[in-house]
């Protein structure tokens, strides 16, 4: 397709905006993608070639599909504002490899969208829902390959942040434990329509088959590591003794860091995913 008449031309976009009178709707985090060479940068960062199926998260008004539709086997779509799903039926009539799915992806099936196929996710994600989000598909398994997505850029450089580090914190640990994060590109705000106040950027969470550490409980090291984060100033066995579904004395805690090898004042962002799993195998 010629790239002037494609959505990521700003002229095409106002166009389809105007001739359909659509209102960007703020409770759904509306940012519509208008820069091309950003768009090529999520399709390659999220490796997509003609035998990929993929699940898009979002579509807007189909700029971003598109593109996966050029490059992919096909892509189903799931967009949650039903004043969107007849643009969509417009904007992506010339492709007959897509699908679009109306409805809320958190309450989606979507194993039953894919029936036990592998697929790749890609999504420009809004702001305000973003961990959710992530955190839905990868607490559920989602037989997903990879997940590429536009985000904010303060989100993505805490999902791959370091311990001891200020973005270091909950968000770090749960995408390294299921994930290998990737920071593919940042993204100014006059990118989209329209323009955001914060700067984006372009992360892949490529998913792992197995996770880099061994946990006996996995709902139990998470409790610890929420704990840890929750009160970020106090020792860590002072969080956690303090934490609510938690039922460790400081001093089970602190025999239990020294037993793994840590000092009893150590505060939680100071762990490793490897030392938090050991200290929940030991609790």
Do not use: W
Not at 29 to 48: M, P, R, T, W
């Amino acid at each position: 397709m010629n790239r002037e008449n494609m959505l990521s031309n700003p002229k095409e976009t106002i166009r389809v905006i105007q001739e359909n009178n659509f209102t960007f709707r703020k409770n759904y985090g509306q940012n519509f993608l208008i820069d091309s060479h950003v768009i090529d940068k999520i399709v390659a960062a999220a490796e997509i070639d003609d035998t990929t199926e993929v699940l898009e998260i979002g579509p807007g008004i189909g700029t971003l599909t598109q593109y996966l539709a050029e490059s992919a086997k096909s892509v189903t779509a799931v967009e949650i504002d039903d004043k969107l799903i007849p643009i969509l039926e417009k904007t992506l009539a010339g492709y007959d490899n897509v699908r679009i799915v109306h409805g809320d992806i958190l309450k989606q099936d979507i194993n039953a969208l894919f029936e036990g196929r592998r697929f790749k996710i890609v999504a420009n994600l809004p702001y305000y829902i973003t961990t959710p989000i992530i955190m839905s598909l990868l607490e559920d398994r989602v037989p997903a390959d990879s997940i590429t997505v536009m985000i904010q850029k303060e989100v993505a450089e805490r999902m791959q942040a370091s311990p001891g580090t200020k973005d270091y914190g909950a968000l770090s640990l749960a995408v390294q434990y299921y994930c290998e994060p990737y920071l593919a590109a940042n993204v100014p705000p006059n990118c989209f329509m329209p323009r955001p106040n914060v700067g984006s950027a372009v992360i892949r969470l490529a998913i792992r088959d197995n996770p880099p550490v061994e946990v006996k409980d996995e709902k139990l090291m998470f409790k610890l590591i929420r704990a840890a984060f929750n009160q970020r100033r106090k020792t860590l066995a002072n969080a956690i003794k303090n934490f609510e579904g938690l039922s460790y004395s400081r001093e089970e805690v602190e025999t239990a860091l020294t037993e793994i090898g840590l000092d009893v004042r150590v505060r939680g962002e100071a762990l490793s995913l490897e030392e938090f799993a050991a200290l929940s195998n030991k609790l």
